[in-house]
């Protein structure tokens, strides 16, 4: 950690008498010089003009400083500005600082630091270039190169005011065309595309892609910047999230991996195979209501799977489509109703079709146009029912709180086979006088 030194009288005169102008003019040297420059202020002086730090570069500041400076200048600090600025700082530093705090405001501290586990802010980068409004480009451009040299060229940089909010941000292309003596608030664009830091993750990639942009910057409340959120980092995140949504679907854990300790798989995977083999009980006692027939009509057990089957690959079909509704925030609660009306409508076109199809084989193959009947009527019904639930069963999990990843497909496979089983053997039992 580097030694305080005396801090020369001019230094000391400018700032005291403006500490946000001499904050800016330590922003713009390069981070060693800076840190020499700031370790030499008297705790009191240093405090004041930290207010005027940019995030990022106030981390650098406050990772060298010794405790006693640094409970000096975060007891002065607005609470959200002290987490903005710890959360740019490694984990290993933030917490020896958090430990020189009070309880109080330790407890204050991380309540801010911490953001829900699918928002903006768990997976934003505090690693971004910001300068203040009045900053000349020439200053910037000069710091830029600095940073160049330990850090990978950016294509952004952003700017704010004396508070840290966000007022605009400033293209390569632009700050390179700009005169030098102008300062960044000429340059800027103020039309600026922000996301909260407590924005869904998916509402955030949903944003990003329909405006086609790489990268956004995360702000909080009060529109201070924290951090950046990266496209490209989003979509990983979402795609692990997608991959655990589908394990969930059918059943496994969604933070299971494929080399996961055995015991691990099996407390995740043995509770749903439980849950599971309860279903299939109850599709088999359906089929057991109807063991006079089957004994009867032998034949009527051939195409038990066909019905089943058929039934639980169309609601695979439409849970698959509302699922990825969901995710993409594509369905308003306005049109639920029509949602799950349209995916009904679905179902009974795709069970007409499917079941005369199925009608004529069962015709062809045992040549009883009864049996094709029944094969077709129970078709028509099983499809509809398997469209109505694959849209109504993630929908309703979600809408009373519980995810709608978690197991859909158990769910719809219990329905399609019970409705399929159930209508396919009552029709069996109206025409049976025939299927003899």
């Not at 800027?188 to 956004?216: C, G, K, P, Q």
């Not at 009306?341 to 499917?354: A, F, H, R, S």
């Amino acid at each position: 950690m580097p030694q305080r030194r005396p801090l020369l009288p001019l230094v000391q005169k400018f700032f005291e008498h403006d500490p946000m102008a001499a904050a800016r003019t330590l922003e713009t040297m390069e981070e060693s010089e800076a840190v020499k420059v700031f370790m030499s202020l008297p705790p009191s002086l240093a405090a004041e003009a930290f207010r005027f730090f940019q995030v990022t570069h106030a981390a650098v500041l406050l990772k060298e400083a010794p405790p006693d400076l640094f409970k000096d200048i975060v007891s002065r600090l607005d609470p959200q500005q002290g987490a903005a600025i710890l959360m740019a700082l490694p984990e290993a530093v933030r917490q020896e600082l958090l430990s020189h705090l009070s309880e109080k405001a330790k407890e204050t501290m991380r309540e801010l630091l911490e953001f829900p586990e699918n928002s903006a802010g768990r997976i934003m980068t505090t690693d971004f270039l910001a300068f203040r409004s009045s900053t000349k480009v020439n200053d910037v451009i000069r710091k830029i190169r600095v940073l160049a040299r330990t850090k990978a060229p950016a294509t952004y940089l952003y700017v704010l005011d004396a508070d840290n909010h966000l007022v605009g941000v400033v293209n390569m292309r632009d700050l390179m065309l700009a005169s030098g003596t102008s300062t960044l608030e000429t340059v800027m664009r103020t039309n600026i595309f922000s996301v909260n830091a407590f924005m869904d993750r998916e509402e955030v990639a949903h944003a990003l892609s329909e405006r086609r942009y790489f990268a956004a910057p995360v702000v909080d409340s009060e529109n201070r910047m924290l951090g950046v959120v990266k496209t490209d980092q989003l979509i990983s995140q979402v795609q692990a999230e997608a991959t655990e949504d589908i394990q969930k679907m059918f059943g496994a854990g969604g933070g299971e991996r494929a080399f996961s300790p055995v015991r691990f798989s099996l407390q995740k995977r043995l509770p749903w195979l439980h849950v599971n083999l309860a279903t299939a009980f109850l599709a088999a006692s359906v089929v057991g209501l109807f063991e006079d027939i089957i004994a009867k009509i032998t034949v009527l057990a051939v195409f038990l799977p066909v019905v089943a089957g058929q039934g639980g690959n169309a609601g695979a079909q439409s849970l698959a489509v509302v699922m990825r509704g969901l995710v993409m925030r594509e369905i308003p609660s306005q049109k639920v109703r029509s949602l799950v009306m349209k995916e009904t409508l679905i179902g009974i076109l795709n069970g007409v079709i499917i079941g005369i199809v199925t009608a004529l084989i069962a015709w062809l193959w045992q040549g009883n146009p009864f049996l094709g009947i029944v094969i077709g009527l129970a078709m028509i019904v099983n499809l509809l029912a398997a469209g109505f639930s694959g849209a109504a069963i993630p929908i309703t999990m979600k809408a009373i709180g519980l995810d709608p990843a978690q197991s859909s497909s158990i769910i719809l496979t219990t329905v399609t086979d019970v409705v399929g089983f159930f209508s396919f053997l009552g029709f069996a039992v109206v025409f049976q006088n025939y299927l003899v």
